[in-house]
């Protein structure tokens, strides 16, 4: 595979930027009813748009436009020439629709093959896919841009974590490939046997579909001794593959921006914030056939920056904050799960399994409950009977202590429960949610 384009001047990037965006926007106001009137609407005509810097003109797509153009309305090509269909995640009402025909499938291998690439993976290695096979594109999205760039795949999909181990074990793949939550699991599994880190084959760990923090992956990296590497993307603009971490770099996920164009806009004004600075990332895919989208609203909160010390010269987004959905208010201060997962990182000892729930008083949240795990081998160590009043008190002074760092670093009040390691509910495969509701 060629990857050259990743390293391409700036200068080149946004004139290719520029060309493709303009031959995109003529496309839709020929050949989508839907962006040739928003456009009317926005008082705009594709031919307005010069360079990739008149992105802002553009109106924004939200999930709603989605929603209301169920199954196809937004799709460009008739019906018969997509190759495929996946759906978006999403729990509630009608599941948003994403058609490919066989160069958008082309273009999704490629930018997972090149993501897969910049993780560690190389041509020859195997990989565990652990991703749900289905409508969700993770499975198929990573199998493809596996094969792309010259690996074998298992494609075992989520769940039967027994099973999962036995063939780690015994097929000795170089990559897994699966959500944070259950990296953990399948690392939890491992331990149980008694098999220590340097038995593992793996080297290499992709994981996204869900923010997680630095201390997942401290726990994945150190538990089955691979490089734990962010990938993140979601159906609408494509899947997995939007964006990735270096595997030496880490920290910050470059975006293939070739493809997909980033903004970050205020989750108010909706008006782009000054580089650097936080609010919801909006992405226009550059490059697909059958569903392009201009200015799609992912709802996801982040930041771009430039990596002055990074191999390539594209942008980097930090990871995922959460989704705007995902935000909790208490007593006036706004949440994210990530910052109370972040704030575990700094109590030694907290094992990243964990649940968050809201406690209500009229309707207005005052408060959170939360059900973390602690490291079994500190139990082990302090000789301590569960369940007497030493041990109730070792564990209660050990959550304040969580609920200490989560006021001073998150700023809201907390009631922290404390379970043995290997208590709590575990991810079975798939995304995780760690909010419950009463
Ligand atoms: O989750 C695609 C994917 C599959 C990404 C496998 C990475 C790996 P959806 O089901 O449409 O697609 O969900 C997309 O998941 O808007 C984010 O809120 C969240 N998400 C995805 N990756 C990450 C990540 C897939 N690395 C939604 N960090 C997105 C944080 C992520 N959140």
């Known amino acids: 595979m060629d990857f050259s384009v990743e390293y391409l001047q700036l200068d080149q990037l946004r004139a290719l930027q520029s060309e493709r965006l303009i031959r995109l926007v003529r496309y839709l106001g020929d050949k989508s009813e839907f962006y040739a009137g928003k456009m009317m609407e926005s008082g705009i005509s594709p031919e307005d748009i010069?360079?990739?810097?008149?992105?802002?003109?553009?109106?924004?797509?939200?999930?709603?436009?989605?929603?209301?153009?169920?199954?196809?309305?937004?799709?460009?090509?008739?019906?018969?020439?997509?190759?495929?269909?996946?759906?978006?995640?999403g729990t509630t009402g009608?599941?948003?629709?994403?058609?490919?025909?066989?160069?958008?499938?082309?273009?999704?291998?490629?930018?997972?093959?090149?993501?897969?690439?910049?993780?560690?993976?190389?041509?020859?290695?195997?990989?565990?896919?652990?991703?749900g096979y289905g409508i969700f594109t993770g499975g198929l999205g990573l199998h493809y841009g596996a094969e792309k760039l010259g690996m074998s795949v298992l494609?075992?999909?989520g769940g039967?974590?027994?099973?999962?181990?036995?063939?780690?074990?015994?097929?000795?793949?170089?990559?897994?490939?699966?959500?944070?939550?259950?990296?953990?699991?399948?690392?939890?599994?491992?331990?149980?046997?008694?098999?220590?880190?340097?038995?593992?084959?793996?080297?290499?760990?992709?994981?996204?579909?869900?923010?997680?923090?630095?201390?997942?992956?401290?726990?994945?990296e150190e538990r089955l001794g691979v490089h734990a590497v962010n990938i993140y993307g979601l159906s609408e603009i494509i899947g997995p593959g939007v964006s990735v971490e270096d595997f030496e770099e880490k920290g910050g996920s470059y975006i293939w921006e070739d493809h997909f164009y980033p903004e970050i806009l205020d989750p108010i004004t909706k008006q782009p914030v000054p580089f650097g600075e936080e609010g919801v990332l909006v992405i226009t895919t550059l490059t697909k056939k059958a569903m392009p989208l201009l200015r799609y609203w992912t709802n996801d909160i982040t930041s771009l920056y430039y990596d002055e010390k990074g191999k390539?010269?594209?942008?980097?987004?930090?990871?995922?904050?959460?989704?705007?959905?995902?935000?909790?208010?208490?007593?006036?201060?706004?949440?994210?799960?990530?910052?109370?997962?972040?704030?575990?990182?700094?109590?030694?000892?907290?094992?990243?399994?964990?649940?968050l729930t809201p406690v209500e008083k009229e309707q207005m949240c005052i408060a959170l409950d939360i059900d973390v795990e602690i490291d079994a081998g500190i139990i082990k160590s302090s000789h301590l009977q569960q369940g007497t009043d030493e041990?109730?008190?070792?564990?209660?002074?050990?959550?304040?202590?969580?609920?200490?760092?989560?006021?001073?670093?998150?700023?809201?009040?907390?009631?922290?429960?404390?379970?043995?390691?290997?208590?709590?509910?575990?991810?079975?495969?798939?995304k995780i949610n760690r909010i419950l509701k009463r």
């Not at 953990?184 to 149980?192: R, S």
């Not at 050990?398 to 290997?422: L, S």
């Open 50 to 89: 010069r360079s990739i810097d008149d992105i802002a003109k553009l109106p924004i797509t939200y999930k709603q436009d989605l929603r209301d153009n169920y199954p196809f309305g937004l799709c460009t090509v008739p019906k018969n020439e997509l190759q495929r269909i996946h759906c978006s995640s």
């Open 94 to 131: 009608k599941p948003t629709v994403v058609g490919y025909t066989k160069e958008d499938v082309d273009l999704f291998s490629e930018v997972v093959a090149r993501s897969l690439n910049a993780a560690g993976a190389r041509p020859g290695m195997q990989l565990h896919n652990a991703y």
């Open 155 to 157: 494609p075992i999909s």
């Open 160 to 220: 039967m974590t027994s099973r999962q181990v036995d063939l780690i074990m015994d097929f000795k793949p170089e990559v897994l490939c699966c959500s944070p939550s259950y990296a953990l699991t399948i690392a939890d599994e491992l331990m149980k046997r008694g098999v220590a880190p340097e038995e593992v084959s793996l080297k290499y760990a992709v994981l996204g579909s869900e923010p997680w923090t630095e201390i997942i992956r401290h726990h994945i």
């Open 312 to 355: 390539r010269t594209m942008v980097k987004m930090k990871p995922i904050l959460g989704r705007a959905d995902d935000m909790l208010i208490v007593r006036g201060v706004n949440v994210y799960p990530s910052q109370i997962e972040e704030a575990f990182s700094h109590v030694p000892g907290v094992v990243p399994n964990y649940y």
């Open 391 to 430: 041990y109730l008190t070792f564990v209660g002074n050990f959550g304040k202590k969580i609920e200490n760092e989560i006021k001073k670093r998150v700023g809201i009040t907390t009631a922290v429960k404390i379970h043995v390691q290997d208590s709590l509910p575990k991810c079975e495969g798939g």
